[in-house]
């Protein structure tokens, strides 16, 4: 019988280029970019207005982790969350089911055999668990 080998580690990504994952690269790659464009381009109080926090977000979806899920993945799923409509209507179908009986006859209830409570006797039983418990902690 032949033996295969089983990947272990497949929910990690691969590092392509050094310690960084091919995303990485390319999130760092965009941001580098941007920022060479801006500083040949614009004016250095524009540059760093317009450019650097550009550039500092690809940094941060490069490596900024929210809940161990990729930043990339959070901003997307907020962005479809506020994109989305909301208004949920319901609608009747014109075939009514039947409605199931509101209440179980005390027969088939799981809940037959136990006593209930009056607020009296529910009071009282706090009481006493209130006082053992400071008597406890006195001791």
Request: hydrophobic share 45%.
């Given at each position: 019988?032949?033996?295969?080998?089983?990947?272990?580690?497949?929910?990690?990504?691969?590092?392509?280029?050094?310690?960084?994952?091919?995303?990485?690269?390319?999130?760092?790659?965009?941001?580098?970019?941007?920022?060479?464009?801006?500083?040949?381009?614009?004016?250095?109080?524009?540059?760093?207005?317009?450019?650097?926090?550009?550039?500092?977000?690809?940094?941060a979806l490069a490596?900024?982790?929210?809940?161990?899920?990729?930043?990339?993945?959070?901003?997307?799923?907020?962005?479809?969350?506020?994109?989305?409509?909301?208004?949920?209507?319901?609608?009747?179908?014109?075939?009514?089911?039947?409605?199931?009986?509101?209440?179980?006859?005390?027969?088939?209830?799981?809940?037959?055999?136990?006593?209930?409570?009056?607020?009296?006797?529910?009071?009282?039983?706090?009481?006493?668990?209130?006082?053992?418990?400071?008597?406890?902690?006195?001791?």
């Amino acid at each position: 019988m032949q033996q295969y080998q089983v990947p272990q580690f497949i929910t990690i990504e691969d590092r392509i280029i050094g310690p960084l994952t091919l995303k990485q690269f390319l999130y760092l790659l965009g941001g580098g970019g941007i920022a060479v464009l801006g500083w040949s381009l614009l004016h250095p109080i524009l540059f760093f207005v317009l450019a650097m926090p550009l550039a500092g977000l690809s940094v941060a979806l490069a490596f900024a982790k929210i809940n161990d899920r990729p930043l990339a993945s959070v901003l997307f799923a907020a962005i479809n969350f506020y994109l989305k409509p909301r208004l949920y209507l319901w609608r009747q179908s014109r075939h009514a089911r039947p409605m199931p009986p509101s209440a179980p006859t005390p027969e088939a209830s799981p809940l037959a055999g136990i006593h209930k409570l009056s607020p009296s006797k529910l009071e009282d039983l706090a009481w006493s668990l209130d006082i053992k418990g400071r008597i406890e902690e006195r001791e």
